[in-house]
């Protein structure tokens, strides 16, 4: 797609922009004026069923003290995962001089997770950063936020 002229252009030098959600992402490559989608993850949420993952603890005198489910899951769990294959992803990438610099749209709860999560010399690539829910924007209106 062409990248219309009031817009970072990216002459000559290949940008990664990463689009990241909780547990979903969107990659991008913009050089010399054109941007492509190469790839877009996501991280399913586990789901349990009925009391699969309920405990209890009872006293011989009390009846149950206490109970729970996991059936409810860490949503921190769900994060690192999508964390962890967004970093594996982006690092193969790097390897294979597929950019130089990253432009990095992040939602604010993981944005610092995820740029731990990059590996050194590819988290130093990080030219700007942008915190917000960015995944429904088109990639003209994640440059313009640049110009904001």
Not at 55 to 73: A, D, K
Not at 84 to 96: G, T, V, W
Request: proline residues 5%.
């Amino acid at each position: 797609m062409q990248i219309p002229q009031q817009l970072p252009q990216f002459e000559d030098e290949k940008t990664l922009l990463i689009v990241s959600g909780n547990q979903s992402g969107l990659f991008y490559i913009a050089q010399n004026g054109m941007i492509e989608k190469i790839n877009e993850m996501s991280i399913e949420t586990p789901k349990y069923s009925d009391k699969e993952g309920f405990s209890s603890n009872r006293s011989t005198n009390m009846g149950v003290i206490s109970s729970g489910s996991s059936t409810e899951t860490d949503k921190h769990v769900v994060w690192n995962k999508f964390i962890k294959e967004a970093s594996e992803y982006i690092s193969e990438l790097h390897k294979k001089s597929e950019f130089e610099k990253i432009w990095l749209y992040c939602a604010p709860e993981i944005i610092n997770d995820f740029r731990k999560g990059l590996p050194g010399p590819v988290a130093s690539l990080v030219e700007k950063e942008f915190r917000g829910t960015y995944l429904k924007l088109s990639p003209v209106e994640l440059l313009e936020l640049s110009q904001k």
